[in-house]
Nanobody
Framework: QVQLLESGGGLVQAGGSLTLSCAGS????????MGWYRQPPGKERELVAV???????TLSDSVKGRFTISRDNAKNTVSLQMNSLKPEDTAVYYC??????????WGQGTQVTVSS
């Protein structure tokens, strides 16, 4: 069974940092496009960052210069390093995996709360 498990969320003050991790299991994610999405309270889910199997990254404008996405295919993990956090970064963060063929996968989410 394919699973994605997020970890690393928590409460942090504005200006602080957190690192989120997504651990995949049940398949090889080498050629999957991996990404992080988030859903702020009362808002729709939005893209945060994406990284391809070749290491090409895309970040949303709101997090450019502050967040970094990376992956370790040997460990089946994807990380999101979040620096200079702002209250508007408060959201449930979800790990996403999209294979070349077939359905995409989602994790259960991890809460990130940034206080002012």
């Amino acid at each position: 069974q394919v699973q994605l498990l997020e970890s690393g969320g928590g409460l942090v003050q504005a200006g602080g940092s957190l690192t989120l991790s997504c651990a995949g299991s049940g398949t090889i994610f080498r050629f999957h496009v991996m990404g992080w999405y988030r859903q702020p309270p009362g808002k729709e889910r939005e893209l945060v960052a994406v990284i391809t199997w070749g290491g090409t990254t895309t970040l949303s404008d709101s997090v450019k210069g502050r967040f970094t996405i990376s992956r370790d295919n040997a460990k089946n993990t994807v990380s999101l390093q979040m620096n200079s956090l702002k209250p508007e970064d408060t959201a449930v963060y979800y790990c996403n995996s999209r294979p070349p063929r077939g359905n995409e996968y989602w994790g259960q989410g991890t809460q990130v709360t940034v206080s002012s």
